[in-house]
């Protein structure tokens, strides 16, 4: 059983960044990694890849062969790569008894939420190679800094998550440049547990530009409420706590923590539902208050919408 991590993301959401920052901390905490680029596009990686997609096929050859831009260029490549997936799993299979893997994915969304060759990818490689691998999908946070963006992140996490079907982390990154784009209408935690909707569609009506979108943004925010199912953690890469925490969910989602423990079904119980959450919730305090500035106003802010 060897476990392993999907990043998944929009452009410039920092997951090459994430997967360089990961396999350090990962080492330094003692397991060996291995990082496999599937991003065609990524000629200038950071990290030391154990398997490179441009080995099989590259993006800007691609585009000039087929004519096709960035796009299409990227969907043919993920369509060749499912087409070629034994040449994946042979490049695999050396790995499995000591690695822990970190695949990184392009950043064109449509690959996760529309298309299907990504997604049969991974669970060809799931089912062939008895992978347990985490979803973890990047969100730049300073889309909190707009709502508009922010329901939209939202919205792309919720299709992510339903058609992938994997266990599934939504990650706000960058947390340490939040205040850069501008203050938050509400505190930290209204964005990463996606509390009541109906303050953020107060925060649109009051911009020209989304109010003649009141009734869809409304339907909107009450799809994400009606499936209960997104939610999002923090992330600085550059601080080993903020990965730590990270770290801590993503091997619950995936059952690394039970690798090795010989237990009964009530002590994996235990486990699985261990003070995770309240560390989680100790957590979003402590971000709030080491990136964000303390402001009298968010509570004010929030105190006056709810009048």
């Known amino acids: 059983m060897v476990f392993g991590q999907v990043v998944i993301g929009p ?9 360089n920052g990961m396999s350090q901390f990962l080492q330094l905490i003692g397991r060996k990694v291995a990082v496999i680029n599937l991003d065609p596009a990524n000629d200038a990686l950071p990290y030391e890849c154990a ?11 691609v585009m000039v062969e087929h004519s096709l831009g960035p ?42 939420f529309l298309h299907e060759n990504a997604k049969n990818m991974i669970m060809e490689l799931i089912k062939k190679l008895d992978l347990r691998l985490t979803a973890v999908h990047l969100v730049d946070a300073h889309l ?36 850069s784009y501008g203050k938050l209408a509400f505190n930290l935690d209204f964005y990463t547990d996606v509390q009541d909707l109906s303050y953020l569609q107060n925060a649109l009506s009051q911009d020209p530009r989304s109010a003649k979108y009141r009734k869809l943004t409304k339907e909107l925010c009450e799809v994400i409420e009606d499936y209960g199912l997104v939610n999002f953690t923090t992330l600085d890469i550059q601080d080993k706590e903020s990965v730590g925490n990270l770290v801590k969910l993503i091997d619950k989602s995936n059952g ?11 002590g994996f119980s235990k486990i699985a539902v261990g003070p995770l959450t309240l560390t989680f919730q100790l957590t979003v305090a402590a971000v709030q208050e080491k990136y964000i500035k303390d402001d009298e106003d968010f509570d004010m802010t929030r105190n006056s919408d709810t009048k």
């Not at 452009?11 to 997967?19: I, L, R, V």
């Not at 969907?75 to 994946?88: H, T």
């Not at 000591?98 to 392009?106: K, R, V």
């Open 144 to 179: 909190c800094s707009d709502p508009g963006k922010y329901v939209s992140a939202l919205l792309l996490s919720l299709s992510t998550m339903l058609h992938l079907e994997l266990p599934h982390v939504n990650v706000l990154s960058k947390i340490d440049l939040i205040e």
């Open 11 to 19: 452009p410039g959401s920092g997951k090459t960044t994430y997967c």
């Open 51 to 61: 398997v490179n997609i441009e080995d099989l096929i590259k993006l800007s050859d």
């Open 256 to 266: 690394y923590i039970f690798a090795g423990i010989d237990a009964s079904a009530v």
């Open 71 to 112: 796009n299409g260029g990227l969907v043919y490549c993920m369509d060749y790569l499912m087409k070629n997936i034994d040449w994946l799993e042979s490049r695999l299979k050396p790995l499995l008894k000591e690695h822990y893997l970190l695949f990184d994915f392009p950043g064109q969304v449509e690959l996760f």
